[in-house]
C-alpha cells in the first residue's frame, strides 16, 4: 500500500502568510494525487486535483505543484476562512489512501 | 445539484454489524460514477473503506476486506455499507460520497460527499 505523509501536522500562521504543506507518497505516484480542505464538524471539499488542477469556484491563492513523490499545497495569502485541516490523497493505486492532515490556525 | 445522505443507527453493540445507507438526489446511480464510504475516527484522519461502480463492481480497503460488504440499489438510487464485528475501534464518522474517476483524462476524485454520521460502537 501506499502511504502518505504531510509535514507539518499543524501550522500556525497569520492572516495574508504565504502557507506551505508537503505531502510525500511512499512511491511514485506520478500526478495521482489530490488535496482536500476540511473545517470542523464538516465533510471534506476537494480544492485541488491532479496535483495542481484548481477545482471549479475555488479561490486561486490556492495552488499545487509536484510529482513523483513530493508534492506542495500553497495558500498564496492567508483569509481567516482558510482555518480548516488539509488532506492530501492519492489515487495512483488501490487502497487510496490520505494524509494524517494538517491543521491550521490563526495565529 | 447532487446530493448525498446517511442514515442508519448511531450506536452498535461490539461484535454486531453497522449497517448504513447512502440516499442520493440530483443523479441517477445508474448513469454512472463509482460511490464510496469513507470513515474519520474522531479527531484523527481519513480512511477509505471501499467503493461500488454503478454496476455492482466492488473495491475494498484491504484492512477491511474481510469485513466489508458495499451493495448498490438503483431502484431507490442508493447505496449502502455493512461492516461486521464491529469493535471500538469502528467508531467514527462514516461519509458517502461520489467517486469521479475517468482513467483517460487521469482524474479520480471524491467531488460531493454527505455530511457524515457518527457510529459509537459500545455495548
Known amino acids: 500500500d501506499i502511504q502518505m505523509t504531510q509535514s507539518p501536522s499543524s501550522l500556525s500562521a497569520s492572516v495574508g502568510d504565504r502557507v506551505t504543506i508537503t505531502c510525500q507518497a511512499s512511491?511514485?505516484?506520478?500526478?495521482?494525487l489530490n488535496w482536500y480542505q476540511q473545517k470542523p464538524g464538516k465533510a471534506p471539499k476537494l480544492l485541488i486535483y491532479d496535483a495542481s488542477n484548481l477545482e471549479t469556484g475555488v479561490p486561486s491563492r490556492f495552488s499545487g505543484s509536484g510529482s513523483g513523490t513530493d508534492f506542495t499545497f500553497t495558500i498564496s495569502s492567508l483569509q481567516p476562512e482558510d482555518i480548516a485541516t488539509y488532506y492530501c490523497q492519492q489515487y495512483d493505486n488501490l487502497p487510496l489512501a490520505f494524509g494524517q492532515g494538517t491543521k491550521l490556525e490563526i495565529k | 445539484q447532487v446530493q448525498l445522505q446517511e442514515s442508519g443507527p448511531g450506536l452498535v453493540k461490539p461484535s454486531e454489524t453497522l449497517s448504513l445507507t447512502c440516499a442520493v438526489s440530483g443523479y441517477s446511480i445508474s448513469s454512472g460514477y463509482y460511490w464510496g464510504w469513507i470513515r474519520q475516527p474522531p479527531g484523527k484522519g481519513l480512511e477509505w473503506i471501499g467503493s461500488?461502480?454503478?454496476?455492482?463492481?466492488?473495491y475494498y480497503n484491504p484492512s477491511l476486506k474481510s469485513r466489508v460488504t458495499i451493495s448498490v440499489d438503483t431502484s431507490k438510487n442508493q447505496f449502502s455499507l455493512k461492516l461486521s464485528s464491529v469493535t471500538a475501534a469502528d467508531t467514527a464518522v462514516y461519509y458517502c460520497?461520489?467517486?469521479?474517476?475517468?482513467?483517460?483524462?487521469?482524474?479520480?476524485?471524491?467531488?460531493?460527499w454527505g455530511q457524515g454520521t457518527l457510529v459509537t460502537v459500545s455495548s
Open positions: 512511491q511514485d505516484i506520478s500526478n495521482y
Open positions: 461500488i461502480y454503478h454496476s455492482g463492481s466492488t
Open positions: 460520497a461520489r467517486r469521479l474517476k475517468v482513467a483517460a483524462a487521469g482524474r479520480d476524485y471524491f467531488d460531493y
